[in-house]
């Protein structure tokens, strides 16, 4: 994954691709996203709206501004250059927390809103979990209460990482008393195979 600059010769007042000019700032942005292998989702881990989009700032350097933008958008002008004036980015996974420069794509803002760019509809719209798992048939559990949809695979895995790091909590404590632990293993009985 990279995040090389474009150079732009549009007019410098309408180019907001600044942020990423530099490689330091590039390196920042990378280490902000996770992305998802099955998906190809650029996950951002850092900021993220209350509507669920993810936000980046840094210092422009045509304005000498601390500029706050959309992490999509950084990284789609980053690569594919400006958005035209008037348009939004869309995304095309449904996840607005997702990066992608090739996930979004510019469309005017009437066929943002037809496409019921609203959470639920992009939530309601979720063919798969974040990790890729189909939300359908015997995978798909639905919350009794709240109907969110979530995925069993991912919920599965979410009990079996919490028992090891609970396992992982236990052997801690057995290592601390570790003397205990030695004299016991003295005593053990061996069995012939
Ligand atoms: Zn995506
Ligand atoms: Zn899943």
Redesign the pocket.
């Known amino acids: 994954m990279t995040l090389a600059p474009v150079e732009s010769n549009k007019s410098p007042t309408k180019v907001t691709l600044g942020p990423l000019q530099s490689r330091e700032v590039s390196a920042r942005f990378v280490a902000k996203i996770r992305v998802n292998e099955l998906t190809g989702c650029w996950i951002w881990r850092a900021h993220v709206t209350k509507f669920g989009y993810g936000q980046f700032s840094a210092l422009d350097v045509e304005t000498g501004e601390v500029r706050t933008q959309y992490a999509h958008r950084v990284a789609y002008e980053a690569i594919h250059g400006p958005v035209r004036e008037g348009l939004d980015l869309d995304h095309l996974c449904c996840r607005r927390n997702c990066a992608n420069p090739d996930h979004v794509e510019p469309v005017t803002r009437r066929v943002n809103l037809l496409r019921g760019d609203t959470i639920s509809a992009s939530r309601a719209a979720q063919t798969h979990?974040?990790?890729g798992?189909p939300l359908a048939g015997e995978n798909l559990y639905v919350n009794p209460g709240s109907r969110s949809r979530t995925?069993r695979?991912?919920r599965a895995a979410l009990y079996r990482s919490w028992v090891a790091k609970n396992r992982e909590r236990r052997r801690e404590i057995d290592r601390a008393f570790g003397r205990a632990r030695t004299k016991r293993k003295q005593n053990r009985v061996e069995i012939p195979v």
């Open positions: 979990c974040e990790n798992h995925c695979i991912c």
